[in-house]
Nanobody
Framework: QVQLVESGGGLVQAGGSLRLSCAASGDTFSINAIGWYRQAPGKQRELVAGISRGGTTTYADSLKGRFTISRDNAENTVYLQMNSLKPEDTAVYHC????????????????WGQGTQVTVYS
């Protein structure tokens, strides 16, 4: 089993930045890829970004250039740096693990965190 705990969400003005953190615990040795999904009210959940243990990354096309995912394997922590935030980035952001990830496609994670709310106001 793997436990994921997100932090770093909050309220930010459009154009600002936030950094989300995801701390993994439990059977972390079994984890290759970790990623972030988000879900806005009334919208489908969507992939934000994923990263392999070796550092290979994938992003939603619409977020490339504004969001950066990184990880610290020694600390079992993954980060999501979000810059130039827009009101449409408002969502609950979930950390996930145990997904299929071939370097391009990240999907079907087995583990989900509770999520952290990000609210961007104009």
């Amino acid at each position: 089993q793997v436990q994921l705990v997100e932090s770093g969400g909050g309220l930010v003005q459009a154009g600002g930045s936030l950094r989300l953190s995801c701390a993994a615990s439990g059977d972390t040795f079994s984890i290759n890829a970790i990623g972030w999904y988000r879900q806005a009210p009334g919208k489908q959940r969507e992939l934000v970004a994923g990263i392999s243990r070796g550092g290979t990354t994938t992003y939603a096309d619409s977020l490339k250039g504004r969001f950066t995912i990184s990880r610290d394997n020694a600390e079992n922590t993954v980060y999501l740096q979000m810059n130039s935030l827009k009101p449409e980035d408002t969502a609950v952001y979930h950390c996930t693990a145990g997904a299929f990830f071939d370097g391009t496609y990240y999907h079907s994670p087995n583990y989900w965190g509770q999520g952290t709310q990000v609210t961007v106001y104009s």
